[in-house]
């Protein structure tokens, strides 16, 4: 079975450093990856998506950017936190090649401060 | 780019009322998916729907697909206290794989 793997739960970073929250599936392959923002708990914001290895797709400018080094490794990055970066992160997948059910890891809570 | 917006953003219900959540794309969707999150959880997939004016249901949860294909609802009957969360609509756009979601509405049911 596949699962998804995502840490870690919680972070405090401080204004300014760097960030590396990382995204594994397991049980599939190729799959779609995607990386999403929800702030004060409510709307699900699109940040980044990966269709393959190397292949990322960037919905919003921001300090934000996405890896993906394997094909089933996603890893969002920051080199400078700013504290609107603070909000509550998910990864996703779904089965490559369709538009089909995605599955949610647990997410990271992030707050800047 | 193509949006999804729901309404209603909250929504207040007495246990054994009825809800409803709309869903509207600006763009015709590829299929519609709908999610439910429970407070402090993260998404959960409930259906995926593709056709033109498809209607499913699932137990009390009746999901509809315009025949646009450009909006889709959500009806809950009388409601009880475990479909407390927020429920989430999310288009797929077609080839490019992208999964835009909606704001979502955060049911909240008293008991």
């Known amino acids: 079975s596949q699962t998804i793997h995502q840490w870690p739960a919680t972070l405090v970073q401080p204004v300014g450093s760097p960030l590396s929250l990382e995204c594994t599936v397991e049980?599939?392959?190729?799959?779609?990856l995607y990386w999403y923002r929800q702030a004060a708990g409510r709307g699900l914001q699109l940040l980044f998506y990966?269709?393959?290895?190397?292949?990322i797709s960037s919905e919003v400018p921001q300090n934000l950017s996405a890896s993906r080094p394997q094909d089933r490794q996603f890893i969002l990055s920051s080199k400078k936190l700013l504290l609107s970066d603070s909000g509550f992160y998910l990864c996703?997948?779904?089965?490559?090649?369709?538009?089909?059910?995605?599955?949610f890891g647990q997410g990271t809570r992030l707050t800047v401060v | 780019g193509q949006q999804v917006m729901q309404i209603p953003q909250y929504q207040h219900v007495q246990e054994g009322e009825d809800f409803t959540t709309y869903c509207n794309s600006s763009?015709?969707?590829?299929?519609i998916q709908w999610y439910k999150q429970r407070p402090g959880g993260h998404p959960v997939f409930l259906i995926q729907l593709v056709k033109s004016g498809e209607v499913k249901k699932q137990k009390r949860l009746t999901f509809q697909f315009g025949e646009a294909k450009k909006n889709s609802s959500l009806h809950i009957t009388a409601t009880q206290t475990t479909d407390v969360g927020t429920y989430f609509c999310a288009g797929g756009g077609g080839s490019n794989y992208k999964l835009t979601f909606g704001k979502g509405t955060l049911l909240t049911v008293n008991p």
């Open positions: 990966s269709v393959g290895i190397g292949q």
């Open positions: 049980g599939t392959s190729n799959p779609n």
């Open positions: 763009t015709t969707l590829s299929n």
């Open positions: 996703a997948w779904s089965v490559g090649g369709s538009v089909t059910e995605a599955f």
